[in-house]
RNA sequence: GGGCUAUUAGCUCAGUUGGUUAGAGCGCUUCCUUGACAUGGAAGAGGUCAGUGGUUCGAAUCCACUAUAGCCCACCA
C-alpha cells in the first residue's frame, strides 16, 4: 500500500465500478424490501451542505439496509421547478435582448426543455461525487412523461370527486409585466408613506359645522386611499370596548355614498391606527380573508395596468392609481372626510424584475379542499402507522394539518403541468389529455371540435407534482411491479423546512390514491447553519461548498464529518475545519490497514488455541460494537453510530489492540485476530465513508476483483458458538479494562513525576485479583516496566501511587523529585478528596438514599468511599515523604 | 400575533425513560519522532449544566416563571 491515502483516485475508481456493475440496482420481488425517495432538487440548483447532509442520512441509511440483505432501492431525480427553472431561461433569453413573449409559449417551453438537457445534469452529477448510492437507472424528473401522466389523472380525479375547484384569490400582480408573481419573487422595501385618516360618516348622523361636517362618524386609518371606492366594510376588533356599540350600524363610504357595514373581525389590531379598518377584499390579501369570512362583496376597481376603471368610479376612471390616490385624497379634504395625515414607513412590495410596486389583485385561480384529505392524513400519524423521528416534529406537522387552508395550485408560469382543464363558451371540462376532454366536450354538444376547446392557460405549482413523488416515480397510474413491491417507501429523510410544503402534501396524496400512506419513518434533519448561526445561502455568502471540501478533504471525510456533528435534534453549526476529523480519520484508517498489511503473511489459518485476555477483550469489544451500531442505526442515532463507529476503531483496534499485536506472545493468532477484526470494521464503517473501506478491503486482499464491500453483508457480531469456542466473556472484558486502568494509572504517575516514557521503572501492584499476576509478561511491556511486584491489596508502600478499581499502582522513584512541589499538589488532591469524602458520606448517611436507589448504585457510592479513603492514606504517607 | 425549540468546558455539541466525582471532538498546557499513523501517541488544565422557585431521598434531566437566542407560519391597515 502506498504511504498516503490518494481519496481522488480512489473515487474516481470506485462509483463508476459500482454504478456500471449495477450495485444500485435491484429489480423488485426477492427480499424484503427497503426503499427511500430522493427529496428531489431542483433542476437548476447546484449541490449545497444541506443536500450533503440530507444525502449521507439517506445512503449511510441505504447502504447499510442493502449489507443487511434487503431488497434495497435508493430513487434519485429532480425537481421541474417551475419559477426557478423558468427564471434562469428568462434571464439567458434577456441576454439576447428578448422576453418569453417573444418567443411564444410552445418555443418558450422548447427553450426551457433544451436548457434542461443542457445544464440540468449538473446536480445530478454532483451527486455521484459524494458518493450516493442511488439507482440512476430509475432516475426521474417530476416533468418526465410519466410524472406528467400522473399530474393530469390526480387533477383529473380530484375534480370529478368535487376536492378541485376554480375560485377568487388575490395575487401579487405587477401592472407593468403583466404577471402574477410568486411570494418570493416580491421584494419587500421600507418606503417612506402616509396613514391618512379618513372619516366615515355613520348612516343617519347629521352635518356638523364647519370642520367637522359630520357629527357621527367612525374614524379610519389607510395607506391605500385610492382603493377607498372597493370598501366592502369596516371592521373593529371585537374585543374593543371603545367600539362595540358600532358593530353591526352601517356607514357612508366617503365620495360614494354608498352604505356599507360595519363587522367584528379578530384580524384588527386594537392598537393600531384608530382600531378601525377599511376592509378593500378585491386589493389585500387579509381584507380578501376577512371578505370571504363575512361574505362581503368584492369589487375589483382597477385594470390590469394599474389604472382604475369604471367602478372606482367615472372620474376616477382611467387615472393610474398614484395619480388617483392624490386626486382622491384632495376629494376627500373638500368634502370634509379627511381628518388628519400622518408620516408612515411601511413595507412595500416591489416586482423582482421591473421594480413596480406591485399590486394585490383578485383572479380566478384553482384550489384543492384540502379538509378532507388532512383527516386519514393525521389519523394514519396519531395511530402510529407513520412516525416522526424525532416524534416531536408530529406536533408541528399536526398543527398545521389541523388548521390546514385550501391549496391554491394554479400558476401563471407557462414552464409546468398545464391545467387539464378545456373551455368552451360557458363549459369546462377536465380530462387527463385532450382528446378524452374533446370527448366530453362532445357529450355536452355534439358539434365541438379540438378548435373549440381552449385549454387553460395556467400551470400548476410545482408542489403538485412533488406531492406524488413517491409513488408517479414508481410507475403510477400503471400498475407496475416497482409500485407494487417498493410502495410504501420506508424512509423519508428531509429537512423541517418542508414539513408543510412537501411531506404534509405527499402524505395526502399516498393515503388518497394508493390508500396506504407514502412511507413509514419521517426522519427530520436540522438546517446546515454556519459558525455564527445563519443559515448558509448564496447571498450571505456563508457557504461551504461540498464539492470543495470534497476536493480538499476528500468525500468520505465530508460524510463522515457530517454524519458525526449532526444531530436530529437541533441544527448543525459547521466550519470548514469540522472536516478535518474525516480527513483525519480516513488517514487512521489507512495506516492502519499499513499495519496490517505488513503482518498479514503472519496470520494463523484460523484463531485457535487458549486466548490471552486482550485478544478476548478486542473480540467481544467487536461483538459490542457490531450490536451497538445496529441498534443506534436502527434508532435513526446516526450521530451517535458515527461516534460509536469512530471509538471502536480508534480506540479500541488502534490504540490498544494494534499495540498488543506488535509484543503479542502468539503474534500469528494476534495478527488472525486482526484481520478478523478489521474485516467486520471495514463493513461497519462502509455506510460512512464507502470509498476508502473499498479500497482498503481490497488492498488488503480481504476481495477480489469483481467483489464489493457494498454487498458483504453488516455484520452483527459474533456467533454464541465462536464466543464460547475463544472463552469470551464479560469477566474477561472487565479485567481488560481493569488492567488497562493500571496501565493509565502508571502513564499518569510518570508524567506527574516527570519520568519519560523511555526510562524502564519499577512498578508495585497491590491488588488481590489474582489474574493479574499472569499478566505480568504483556503488562511490563505496556508500562515500560524494569520489574513489577505484586502485593496483596491494601498494603501500604512509601511510594506514589494510583488507585484504580482494580488496583494500586506504585511506582518507585529512583530519580530526585521537586519536594516542595510535590507536596503542594498533594495538599491540593487532598483537600479534593476530603470534599468528595464529606459528599459521600452524607450522601449514605441518609437513610432515604439507601432505601430508595438502586442497589448497585449505593454498592458503587461505598466502594467509591473507601477509595477514596484508601487514597487519602497513601497521600498522607506521600506527604510525610515528602515533607 | 400563533406554533415549536434551544441555553452544558474557550468553541461545536453528546448526555435514552431522574441515580457513581457531568462526557466527546477541536482548541489550550506538558511530554514523546529508529517504521502503521505528527492528519500521530501519552498525560493534563478547564463546567456552581442561563437564572429563580417547586416536586423528589436524589434534578443537567420533571414542573412553573424569568432572561436570552433561534426556527416555522401569519404579517399590521
Same mark, same amino acid.
Given at each position: 500500500?502506498?504511504?498516503?491515502?490518494?481519496?481522488?483516485?480512489?473515487?474516481?475508481?470506485?462509483?463508476?465500478?459500482?454504478?456500471?456493475?449495477?450495485?444500485?440496482?435491484?429489480?423488485?420481488?426477492?427480499?424484503?424490501?427497503?426503499?427511500?425517495?430522493?427529496p428531489p432538487p431542483n433542476v437548476t440548483g447546484i449541490l449545497h451542505m444541506g443536500h450533503?447532509?440530507n444525502?449521507?442520512?439517506?445512503?449511510?441509511?441505504?447502504?447499510?439496509?442493502?449489507?443487511?440483505?434487503?431488497?434495497?432501492?435508493?430513487?434519485?431525480g429532480t425537481d421541474h421547478a417551475g419559477i426557478a427553472t423558468q427564471n434562469v431561461v428568462e434571464k439567458a433569453l434577456r441576454k439576447e435582448g428578448k422576453r418569453r413573449q417573444d418567443l411564444g409559449r410552445e418555443a418558450f417551453v422548447d427553450r426551457v426543455w433544451e436548457w434542461k438537457k443542457q445544464y440540468g445534469g449538473t446536480i445530478v452529477h454532483q451527486q455521484?461525487?459524494?458518493?450516493?448510492?442511488?439507482?440512476?437507472?430509475?432516475?426521474r424528473f417530476t416533468f418526465d412523461e410519466?410524472c406528467s401522466?400522473?399530474v393530469a389523472?390526480v387533477f383529473?380525479?380530484?375534480?370529478?370527486?368535487?376536492?378541485v375547484y376554480k375560485g377568487n384569490y388575490i395575487v401579487n400582480w405587477c401592472p407593468r409585466c403583466g404577471t402574477a408573481l410568486a411570494n418570493d419573487e416580491v421584494e419587500h422595501e421600507a418606503s417612506h408613506s402616509h396613514l391618512w385618516?379618513?372619516?366615515?360618516?355613520?348612516?343617519?348622523?347629521?352635518?356638523?359645522?364647519?370642520?367637522?361636517?359630520?357629527?357621527?362618524?367612525?374614524?379610519?386609518?389607510t395607506t391605500r386611499p385610492e382603493t377607498l371606492p372597493g370598501d366592502?366594510?369596516?371592521?373593529?376588533?371585537?374585543?374593543?370596548?371603545?367600539?362595540? !356599540?358600532?358593530?353591526?350600524?352601517?356607514?357612508?363610504?366617503?365620495?360614494?355614498?354608498?352604505?356599507?357595514?360595519?363587522?367584528?373581525?379578530?384580524y384588527?389590531?386594537?392598537?393600531?391606527?384608530?382600531?378601525?379598518v377599511k376592509i378593500t377584499p378585491a386589493h389585500d390579501p387579509n381584507d380578501f380573508l376577512v371578505g370571504k369570512? !363575512?361574505?362581503?362583496?368584492e369589487i375589483n376597481i382597477m385594470n390590469d395596468d394599474g389604472t382604475m376603471n369604471n367602478l372606482a368610479?367615472?372620474?376616477y376612471e382611467g387615472m393610474d392609481r398614484f395619480k388617483c390616490r392624490e386626486v382622491l385624497v384632495?376629494?376627500?379634504?373638500?368634502?370634509?372626510?379627511?381628518?388628519?395625515?400622518?408620516d408612515y414607513e411601511n413595507q412595500v412590495g416591489h416586482c423582482y424584475r421591473c421594480h413596480e410596486t406591485v399590486e394585490s389583485r383578485l383572479s380566478k385561480q384553482w384550489f384543492v379542499?384540502m379538509?378532507? =384529505?388532512?383527516?386519514?392524513? &393525521?389519523?394514519?400519524?396519531?395511530?402510529?402507522?407513520?412516525?416522526?423521528?424525532?416524534?416531536?416534529?408530529?406536533? &408541528?406537522?399536526?398543527?398545521w394539518?389541523?388548521?390546514?387552508q385550501d391549496w391554491c395550485i394554479s400558476r401563471q408560469l407557462w414552464w409546468g403541468h398545464r391545467i387539464p382543464a378545456y373551455y368552451?363558451?360557458?363549459?369546462i371540462?377536465?380530462?387527463?389529455?385532450?382528446?378524452?376532454?374533446?370527448?366530453?366536450?362532445?357529450?355536452?354538444?355534439?358539434?365541438?371540435?379540438?378548435?373549440? =376547446?381552449k385549454q387553460d392557460e395556467d400551470v400548476l405549482d410545482t408542489w403538485f407534482s412533488s406531492w406524488l413523488w413517491?409513488?408517479?416515480?414508481?410507475?403510477?397510474?400503471?400498475?407496475?411491479?416497482?409500485?407494487?413491491?417498493?410502495?410504501?417507501?420506508?424512509?423519508?429523510?428531509t429537512a423541517q423546512d418542508i414539513i408543510f410544503f412537501w411531506v404534509a402534501r405527499?402524505?395526502?396524496?399516498?393515503?388518497?390514491?394508493?390508500?396506504?400512506?407514502?412511507?413509514?419513518?419521517?426522519?427530520?434533519?436540522?438546517i446546515v447553519r454556519d459558525?455564527q448561526?445563519r443559515k448558509m445561502s448564496k447571498s450571505l455568502g456563508n457557504s461551504l461548498d461540498p464539492l470543495e471540501?470534497?476536493?480538499?478533504?476528500?468525500?468520505?471525510?465530508?460524510?463522515?464529518?457530517?454524519?458525526? +456533528?449532526?444531530?436530529?435534534? /437541533?441544527?448543525?453549526?459547521?466550519?470548514?475545519?469540522?472536516?478535518?476529523?474525516?480527513?483525519?480519520?480516513?488517514?487512521?484508517?489507512?495506516?492502519?490497514?499499513?499495519?496490517?498489511?505488513?503482518? +498479514?503473511?503472519?496470520?494463523?489459518?484460523?484463531?485457535?488455541?487458549?486466548?490471552?485476555?486482550?485478544?478476548? !477483550?478486542?473480540?467481544?469489544?467487536?461483538?459490542?460494537? /457490531?450490536?451497538?451500531?445496529?441498534?443506534?442505526?436502527?434508532?435513526?442515532?446516526?450521530?451517535?453510530?458515527?461516534?460509536?463507529?469512530?471509538?471502536?476503531?480508534?480506540?479500541? &483496534? /488502534?490504540?490498544?489492540?494494534?499495540?498488543?499485536?506488535?509484543?503479542?506472545?502468539?503474534?500469528?493468532?494476534?495478527?488472525?485476530?486482526?484481520?478478523?477484526?478489521?474485516?467486520?470494521?471495514?463493513?461497519?464503517?462502509?455506510?460512512?465513508?464507502?470509498?476508502?473501506?473499498?479500497?482498503?478491503?481490497?488492498?488488503?486482499?480481504?476481495?477480489?476483483?469483481?467483489?464489493? &464491500?457494498?454487498?458483504?453483508?453488516?455484520?452483527?457480531?459474533?456467533?454464541?458458538?465462536?464466543?464460547?469456542?475463544?472463552?469470551?466473556?464479560?469477566?474477561?472484558?472487565?479485567?481488560?479494562?481493569?488492567?488497562?486502568?493500571?496501565?493509565?494509572?502508571?502513564?499518569?504517575?510518570?508524567?506527574?513525576?516527570?519520568?519519560?516514557?523511555?526510562?524502564?521503572?519499577?512498578?508495585?501492584?497491590?491488588?488481590?485479583?489474582?489474574?493479574?499476576?499472569?499478566?505480568?509478561?504483556?503488562?511490563?511491556?505496556?508500562?515500560?516496566?524494569?520489574?513489577?511486584?505484586?502485593?496483596?491489596?491494601?498494603?501500604?508502600?512509601?511510594?506514589?501511587?494510583?488507585?484504580?478499581?482494580?488496583?494500586?499502582?506504585?511506582?518507585?522513584?529512583?530519580?530526585?523529585?521537586?519536594?516542595?512541589?510535590?507536596?503542594?499538589?498533594?495538599?491540593?488532591?487532598?483537600?479534593?478528596?476530603?470534599?468528595? +469524602?464529606?459528599?459521600?458520606?452524607?450522601?449514605?448517611?441518609?437513610?432515604?438514599?439507601?432505601? !430508595?436507589?438502586?442497589?448497585?448504585?449505593?454498592?458503587?457510592?461505598?466502594?467509591?468511599?473507601?477509595?477514596?479513603?484508601?487514597?487519602?492514606?497513601? =497521600?498522607?504517607?506521600?506527604?510525610?515523604?515528602?515533607?
Amino acid at each position: 500500500m502506498e504511504k498516503h491515502y490518494d481519496s481522488k483516485q480512489a473515487e474516481a475508481k470506485w462509483y463508476p465500478i459500482w454504478e456500471k456493475n449495477g450495485y444500485f440496482h435491484q429489480e423488485p420481488g426477492v427480499g424484503e424490501p427497503y426503499s427511500v425517495v430522493i427529496p428531489p432538487p431542483n433542476v437548476t440548483g447546484i449541490l449545497h451542505m444541506g443536500h450533503a447532509l440530507n444525502q449521507t442520512i439517506q445512503d449511510i441509511l441505504v447502504r447499510w439496509r442493502r449489507m443487511q440483505g434487503k431488497n434495497t432501492l435508493w430513487l434519485p431525480g429532480t425537481d421541474h421547478a417551475g419559477i426557478a427553472t423558468q427564471n434562469v431561461v428568462e434571464k439567458a433569453l434577456r441576454k439576447e435582448g428578448k422576453r418569453r413573449q417573444d418567443l411564444g409559449r410552445e418555443a418558450f417551453v422548447d427553450r426551457v426543455w433544451e436548457w434542461k438537457k443542457q445544464y440540468g445534469g449538473t446536480i445530478v452529477h454532483q451527486q455521484r461525487m459524494l458518493g450516493n448510492s442511488t439507482d440512476w437507472q430509475r432516475e426521474r424528473f417530476t416533468f418526465d412523461e410519466g410524472c406528467s401522466r400522473a399530474v393530469a389523472k390526480v387533477f383529473t380525479q380530484l375534480y370529478d370527486e368535487g376536492l378541485v375547484y376554480k375560485g377568487n384569490y388575490i395575487v401579487n400582480w405587477c401592472p407593468r409585466c403583466g404577471t402574477a408573481l410568486a411570494n418570493d419573487e416580491v421584494e419587500h422595501e421600507a418606503s417612506h408613506s402616509h396613514l391618512w385618516y379618513v372619516r366615515y360618516p355613520v348612516v343617519g348622523s347629521e352635518k356638523g359645522c364647519a370642520g367637522e361636517p359630520y357629527k357621527d362618524y367612525v374614524m379610519v386609518a389607510t395607506t391605500r386611499p385610492e382603493t377607498l371606492p372597493g370598501d366592502t366594510a369596516v371592521a373593529v376588533n371585537p374585543k374593543d370596548e371603545r367600539y362595540a !356599540h358600532l358593530i353591526g350600524k352601517t356607514v357612508i363610504l366617503p365620495l360614494t355614498g354608498r352604505e356599507i357595514p360595519v363587522i367584528a373581525d379578530d384580524y384588527v389590531e386594537k392598537e393600531f391606527g384608530t382600531g378601525i379598518v377599511k376592509i378593500t377584499p378585491a386589493h389585500d390579501p387579509n381584507d380578501f380573508l376577512v371578505g370571504k369570512r !363575512h361574505n362581503l362583496e368584492e369589487i375589483n376597481i382597477m385594470n390590469d395596468d394599474g389604472t382604475m376603471n369604471n367602478l372606482a368610479g367615472a372620474k376616477y376612471e382611467g387615472m393610474d392609481r398614484f395619480k388617483c390616490r392624490e386626486v382622491l385624497v384632495a376629494d376627500l379634504e373638500e368634502g370634509g372626510f379627511l381628518d388628519h395625515i400622518e408620516d408612515y414607513e411601511n413595507q412595500v412590495g416591489h416586482c423582482y424584475r421591473c421594480h413596480e410596486t406591485v399590486e394585490s389583485r383578485l383572479s380566478k385561480q384553482w384550489f384543492v379542499k384540502m379538509k378532507p =384529505l388532512a383527516e386519514p392524513a &393525521i389519523e394514519a400519524v396519531k395511530n402510529g402507522s407513520v412516525r416522526f423521528v424525532p416524534e416531536r416534529w408530529s406536533k &408541528i406537522y399536526f398543527n398545521w394539518m389541523e388548521n390546514i387552508q385550501d391549496w391554491c395550485i394554479s400558476r401563471q408560469l407557462w414552464w409546468g403541468h398545464r391545467i387539464p382543464a378545456y373551455y368552451f363558451g360557458e363549459n369546462i371540462v377536465v380530462a387527463e389529455t385532450a382528446e378524452a376532454a374533446l370527448e366530453k366536450a362532445k357529450a355536452i354538444d355534439p358539434n365541438i371540435t379540438a378548435e373549440d =376547446l381552449k385549454q387553460d392557460e395556467d400551470v400548476l405549482d410545482t408542489w403538485f407534482s412533488s406531492w406524488l413523488w413517491p409513488f408517479s416515480t414508481l410507475g403510477w397510474p400503471e400498475k407496475t411491479a416497482d409500485l407494487a413491491y417498493y410502495y410504501p417507501t420506508a424512509d423519508l429523510v428531509t429537512a423541517q423546512d418542508i414539513i408543510f410544503f412537501w411531506v404534509a402534501r405527499m402524505m395526502m396524496a399516498g393515503i388518497h390514491f394508493m390508500g396506504k400512506p407514502p412511507f413509514k419513518n419521517i426522519v427530520i434533519h436540522g438546517i446546515v447553519r454556519d459558525a455564527q448561526g445563519r443559515k448558509m445561502s448564496k447571498s450571505l455568502g456563508n457557504s461551504l461548498d461540498p464539492l470543495e471540501l470534497i476536493e480538499q478533504y476528500s468525500a468520505d471525510a465530508l460524510r463522515f464529518s457530517i454524519a458525526l +456533528i449532526t444531530s436530529l435534534d /437541533c441544527d448543525t453549526k459547521v466550519n470548514k475545519e469540522k472536516f478535518e476529523i474525516g480527513r483525519n480519520f480516513a488517514t487512521k484508517i489507512w495506516n492502519a490497514a499499513r499495519f496490517l498489511e505488513s503482518k +498479514i503473511a503472519d496470520a494463523a489459518p484460523a484463531i485457535t488455541g487458549p486466548l490471552t485476555s486482550d485478544e478476548k !477483550h478486542i473480540l467481544l469489544a467487536t461483538d459490542k460494537a /457490531c450490536k451497538k451500531i445496529n441498534s443506534l442505526l436502527e434508532q435513526y442515532r446516526i450521530q451517535d453510530s458515527a461516534l460509536a463507529v469512530y471509538d471502536f476503531f480508534w480506540s479500541q &483496534i /488502534c490504540d490498544w489492540y494494534v499495540e498488543y499485536v506488535k509484543d503479542a506472545p502468539d503474534k500469528a493468532r494476534a495478527v488472525a485476530i486482526l484481520v478478523d477484526v478489521f474485516k467486520k470494521a471495514l463493513c461497519l464503517l462502509h455506510p460512512y465513508m464507502p470509498f476508502v473501506t473499498e479500497e482498503v478491503a481490497h488492498q488488503l486482499g480481504f476481495l477480489k476483483e469483481g467483489e464489493t &464491500i457494498m454487498l458483504s453483508s453488516f455484520p452483527l457480531g459474533y456467533s454464541e458458538e465462536e464466543k464460547a469456542a475463544w472463552g469470551l466473556d464479560e469477566a474477561t472484558y472487565d479485567f481488560v479494562n481493569s488492567k488497562r486502568e493500571a496501565i493509565t494509572a502508571l502513564r499518569a504517575l510518570r508524567a506527574e513525576y516527570k519520568v519519560p516514557p523511555s526510562t524502564f521503572v519499577k512498578v508495585t501492584l497491590a491488588s488481590d485479583d489474582g489474574r493479574i499476576r499472569a499478566e505480568e509478561e504483556s503488562l511490563k511491556k505496556a508500562m515500560r516496566a524494569e520489574s513489577i511486584e505484586f502485593a496483596p491489596a491494601g498494603q501500604d508502600f512509601a511510594m506514589p501511587s494510583k488507585i484504580t478499581s482494580f488496583a494500586t499502582v506504585y511506582l518507585s522513584l529512583e530519580g530526585l523529585v521537586d519536594k516542595a512541589a510535590e507536596s503542594k499538589r498533594i495538599a491540593g488532591e487532598l483537600a479534593k478528596l476530603a470534599g468528595f +469524602i464529606k459528599a459521600s458520606e452524607a450522601k449514605l448517611s441518609n437513610e432515604n438514599f439507601v432505601a !430508595h436507589a438502586p442497589e448497585a448504585i449505593v454498592a458503587e457510592a461505598k466502594r467509591k468511599l473507601e477509595e477514596n479513603k484508601e487514597k487519602v492514606a497513601q =497521600l498522607e504517607k506521600l506527604a510525610k515523604l515528602f515533607a
